[in-house]
């Protein structure tokens, strides 16, 4: 059977690719194209929720972003980029450019690459790990297609995390704060912090959480903007584990925490997924 290696896809602004004839295809190569739900969903302006996604195989386009020196800097516009290119349909939403996918949760754009790179490469990925009682290298086969998701129910609210401290935070008037609510972050986050988490990874942190920090205990909220991340870089490392936790735990998404046992001293110890290799052009 003859398969058309260059399908009119139309890209997520509204108008077509430049190989493209101007029109959507009827009827998408099934062995190209691929249809998943999101973990969480688009809410559009008008307050409708989208989950389903149309992904199509990363092509030698996506190649050469991927191999742009100019990402370097800023991986999160990279994802962006990546995942605009490859997307065919975002829900029923006629006109979804760069700043849609931009505006996803990064929960569902963690996902979507894995299902990218599982469609085009394959869901097996080649993992290393170091145990860290021993020292010991594993070398493990990953399963991308076998990774738990947690999915937001329809009827909840997915945007916040809470978080209880166990120290807190203290405030000029010595009062304690424990109770922590976050917003999940998203793309944009993502673009804005990049810069710093190529510099230092702590402070990137702090970054990062200080955009989603919608409240901490009684602070007030123009405190909270005025302090941004010194307020998280004031919290004692213990309650910066906490929400580590919360986040990799609680939130929606794909959970990349994996159970280790070390073949050398017999050690079992927890870690995030390797993902050096995700998306390797070799």
């Known amino acids: 059977m003859e398969v058309n290696l260059h399908p009119a896809v139309p890209d997520l602004d509204g108008a077509a690719h430049p190989e493209a004839n101007g029109h959507a295809p009827a009827a998408p190569t099934a062995l190209r194209t691929f249809e998943f739900d999101l973990p969480v969903g688009y809410v559009d302006p008008e307050g409708r929720l989208h989950r389903t996604v149309v992904l199509r195989k990363m092509t030698g386009r996506e190649e050469a972003l991927m191999a742009d020196r100019a990402y370097q800097r800023n991986g999160g516009k990279l994802v962006t980029d990546l995942l605009h290119s490859c997307i065919v349909r975002l829900g029923d939403l006629t006109r979804n450019g760069r700043t849609t996918v931009a505006r996803l949760y990064s929960a569902d754009r963690n996902y979507l690459l894995l299902k990218l790179r599982s469609i085009t490469f394959g869901s097996e990925l080649e993992t290393t790990y170091t145990c860290p ?43 304690v704060h424990v109770s922590l609510r976050l917003r999940l972050p998203t793309g944009e986050d993502e673009e804005a912090v990049a810069p710093q988490l190529r510099k230092n990874a702590s402070l990137g942190k702090n970054a990062l959480l200080a955009r989603c920090l919608r409240s901490l205990g009684d602070v007030p909220r123009q405190r909270l903007e005025a302090m941004g991340p010194k307020i998280l870089a004031d919290l004692t490392m213990s309650d910066r584990r906490r929400i580590d936790r919360a986040l990799n735990e609680h939130a929606p998404g794909v959970d990349l925490t994996r159970q280790i046992d070390c073949p050398n001293c017999g050690h079992e110890f927890k870690t995030t997924m390797d993902l050096s290799r995700f998306l390797s052009l070799e």
Request: hydrophobic share 35%; proline share 5%; aromatic share 4%.
């Open 133 to 175: 009682n021993c020292n010991e290298t594993i070398q493990q086969t990953e399963d991308l297609d076998a990774l738990p998701v947690n999915l937001v129910a329809d009827a909840a609210s997915p945007d916040e995390v809470y978080v209880d401290l166990e120290d807190g935070y203290v405030d000029r008037e010595d009062q």
